[in-house]
């Protein structure tokens, strides 16, 4: 299912979201990206990101301060 | 990615130089790019001098000292240094523009600016911030 990771841990705005750009631009549409980060930022500015670039955020969980998300690029 | 409306678009002016207003510049200019928008940052005054090759901007007045350890805390945290933060601009699309007026005032040539780097009348950019939904100033 998920056909590459980033991992943003330790990484403040707005470094996570520049990042998952650069990995996003290079990927296939329908392709899924696995973002591992830890910034609390995070939690609102990834969703706005999808929201605002059409990419679709397909799942948001949180497991001990680490926030995983799972992008579908569009 | 989104097309070219005002809804799509900012338009940010940079007057001031120093470290903080610099990064605030690139930040905004790097995440918006990233939020699938038009950026356009027009450098204007003493914001004219974060458009020169190699510049690495300092803090302001009785903080200047501390800009090494600023820096160093920051890369802890991910964050690329001004240049790079630039270089991610400009990768992004971010359109830069220098002030043809603080040029002339500053004694800049075009030659001493960055790569990529259009030179501007108010006029013009007015006309992009008239286009724009989202107009900041960072002075």
Redesign the interface.
Known sequence: MVDEKLDCKGMMCPMPIVHITKRIKAMEPGQVLEVLADDEGSLEDVPAWAGRTGNVLMEQTEEGGVYRFMIRKS | ??GNDADDKVAIVVSEGSYDKAMASV?LG??A?????EVHLFFTFFGLELLKKDKRPKLKGMYRPFTGMFEKKMK?????SFQGMMD?CS??GVRLYACSTSMEAMGLKKEQLRDGVDVLGASKFLDIAAGSKVQLFIG
Do not use: K, Y
């Open positions: 990615m989104t930040f790097s995440t790019a990233g939020l699938g928008m802890g945290i991910g964050v690329e991610t990768e992004l």
